[in-house]
């Protein structure tokens, strides 16, 4: 008897969630975004969600609720009903501070089903355009020839970027020094100011400068060159074998949310950025436009907290 009633509960409940999903949505849906507004992240998120509420017919409002290293954002996510209408934006941020925090409110994995990549932004090598060093090769050679001498600038510990510099320091095999800077002005004012040597960025901010050939980009450090900068190769192509960083934005919802809801998402958010018009106003952002299953999406995230994991482990970045 006992397991009977268990059996129409469940099934029950199976039903309510069916329903909820063919229902879904009837409410306006929210994206938590762990960055304050205006960034590229920012941007990301509100032409997405722009594009979503025209094929949803429901609203699609940006919480922005920047501060801890992206953590205030996913902890409110985590707590959130998981009925698919709490989004969070997801970044390498996350899998990140798996690997920089002693301990989180939440499982970063466990917790959370991510529904697709959205974006990748590149992240190149920086000199000034006066710099000596005019290609990679020039600054590795000065490397190689002068240990501990050479200074690559980045925003502070354990973010992307300062992860990117020490990863290209051990894969390249070089003795140099990584500088932190308190965000990417400082980093440029040092460069230009011949403080550093070098820097390690996400190109689009700083591409305005580029432009206006203040700032030479050496290589990208994607695994592909960028679509905007097609004559500068890759660190790859220019010796540094098995080197690849990039930065990159999904949305994500409680892990709990019904797997129809999941997957109405997924083909919303992939629908929108296969859009020509958004694969255009986030080109213009020098984002790219990248879609993937729920499952791809997962696995990026996996594979991520371990990569950068293991950066930070040997970089002796002692936990916050």
């Not at 609720?65 to 985590?78: E, T």
């Not at 901010?205 to 290589?219: D, E, G, H, I, T």
Request: hydrophobic share 45%.
């Amino acid at each position: 008897m006992i397991k009977y009633i268990l059996s129409c509960c469940m099934a029950s409940l199976l039903l309510v969630q069916v329903a909820a999903a063919q229902s879904f949505p009837a409410k306006p849906l929210k994206i938590v975004v762990p960055f304050g507004a205006g960034g590229v992240a920012d941007l990301t998120a509100r032409i997405v969600a722009q594009k979503l509420a025209q094929s949803l017919g429901q609203p699609v409002v940006i919480d922005n609720k920047p501060g801890a290293g992206g953590i205030v954002a996913a902890d409110a996510v985590s707590k959130a009903e998981p009925d698919g209408y709490t989004l969070l934006l997801m970044s390498n941020g996350n899998a990140v501070s798996e690997g920089l925090f002693k301990s989180l409110p939440f499982d970063t994995v466990r917790d959370f089903a991510p529904i697709s990549t959205l974006g990748f932004f590149d992240i190149g090598i920086l000199t000034t355009t006066d710099s000596k060093f005019k290609t990679l090769g020039d600054l590795m050679a000065y490397a190689k020839a002068n240990p501990g001498k050479l200074n690559l600038g980045s925003i502070n510990i354990g973010s992307t970027q300062n992860l990117a510099a020490e990863l290209f320091k051990t894969t390249a095999g070089l003795d140099l020094v990584v500088v932190p800077f308190n965000g990417s002005p400082a980093v440029i004012t040092a460069l230009r100011g011949g403080q550093i040597d070098a820097s390690v960025e996400i190109l689009s901010p700083v591409m305005p400068q580029v432009s206006a050939k203040v700032l030479r980009v050496l290589a990208v450090t994607g695994d592909k060159r960028a679509a905007y900068l097609p004559e500068v190769p890759t660190a790859k192509e220019q010796g540094v074998k098995g080197f690849s960083a990039s930065s990159w934005n999904a949305l994500a919802v409680p892990a709990k949310t019904p797997k129809d809801v999941v997957a109405r998402l997924n083909r919303e958010v992939v629908a929108a950025l296969n859009s020509p018009e958004v694969e255009r106003r986030l080109l213009d952002l020098h984002v790219e436009a990248r879609s993937s299953t729920p499952e791809q999406a997962s696995a990026l995230l996996v594979s991520e907290i371990k990569r950068w994991g293991e950066v930070i482990e040997r970089a002796k970045i002692q936990k916050q």
